[in-house]
């Protein structure tokens, strides 16, 4: 296995030869950190490839572990785009497969769609492979569902506005905190005062609870409670800037409620529902029942 630290696209042996086919780019989702919540088809994609670009910065080193021994490995952390199409390029001229990591999920803030862009442009065949992203991650750390029955039915995924890429008009923190449901903030640990500021003007109140979650499933990950009103204080306490998912919303304390789906008076085409139980529910949710409806009573 090439050193982690090779970043020249020029290398030569094994993983340069190619196999003289149609080069193709697989990008992968190693998941919030664990080697472990790789996906089997992420560890065989790993294995499968001449090339496998990962960033130190975000992707834990024992996903290689599933590459190849004569595998090249780039470390991009320090790359920008320009420096990683290179590695494309020989792809597509020399047929190798290309394993691109990504953090996470790669549909979720990767720069995925760019790359897929030009890697179409260069004839190059491309597969997503999906994984765990970090928000799962924090909730199952915490034994949380992030969807409790008649509390929250929705989870926004969003960042903080004001950092490097712009937001679009109507994304900001405050706006999507008018739901008042979950949500899952990425990229917004160094400026945790807007943070909250924003969330509370949204609407949530101070005592509300989130999860602050530094590195999720790695060796050195934080995982930490605290209400909304105490959010910026405890992240300024334990110096957290970076590599950071806060999670906010009234169904990260609630329990009580019960899924219809798997109640007795619910039915599917699996399952009948009891009778009794049915009748229960419909009258619990305001429903009237089946006979009791105006157009069962004109049949």
Not at 144 to 163: D, H, K, M, N
Not at 190 to 195: D, I, V, Y
Not at 236 to 246: I, M, P, Q, S, Y
């Amino acid at each position: 296995m090439t050193a982690p630290g090779t970043t020249g696209p020029a290398a030569t042996g094994p993983a340069a030869t190619g196999s003289g086919g149609t080069g193709r780019v697989l990008f992968v989702g190693a998941g919030p950190g664990a080697a472990d919540l790789l996906t089997f088809r992420a560890a065989r994609a790993i294995a499968a490839a001449d090339v496998v670009i990962w960033a130190a910065s975000l992707v834990h080193p024992d996903v290689l572990e599933h590459a190849r021994p004569d595998a090249e490995i780039v470390d991009s952390a320090a790359l920008p785009m320009e420096g990683v199409l290179p590695y494309y390029e020989r792809a597509a001229a020399e047929g190798l497969t290309v394993a691109r990591i990504h953090s996470g999920d790669p549909a979720l803030w990767g720069a995925l769609q760019e790359q897929l862009d030009r890697c179409r442009a260069l004839g190059l065949e491309t597969e997503v492979i999906p994984g765990v992203s970090s928000f799962s991650a924090v909730a199952a750390a915490v034994g949380r569902e992030l969807t409790i029955p008649e509390v929250a039915q929705s989870v926004i995924l969003t960042r903080l506005g004001g950092g490097k890429t712009p937001m679009p008009p109507g994304e900001e923190v405050r706006e999507f905190a008018r739901h008042g449901t979950t949500m899952a903030l990425f990229l917004s640990a160094a400026r945790s005062k807007q943070l909250q500021d924003e969330l509370l003007e949204g609407g949530y109140p101070e005592d509300t609870p989130c999860v602050v979650a530094y590195r999720c499933t790695w060796p050195d990950e934080l995982v930490v409670r605290c209400t909304l009103g105490e959010l910026a204080a405890t992240m300024k306490a334990h110096r957290l800037w970076k590599h950071t998912l806060v999670l906010v919303g009234p169904a990260l304390a609630a329990g009580g409620t019960r899924s219809h789906l798997y109640h007795p008076g619910h039915f599917h085409g699996f399952r009948r529902a009891d009778p009794a139980a049915r009748r229960r529910l419909r009258a619990a949710s305001g429903r009237p029942a089946a006979a009791d409806r105006p157009e069962a009573r004109r049949q």
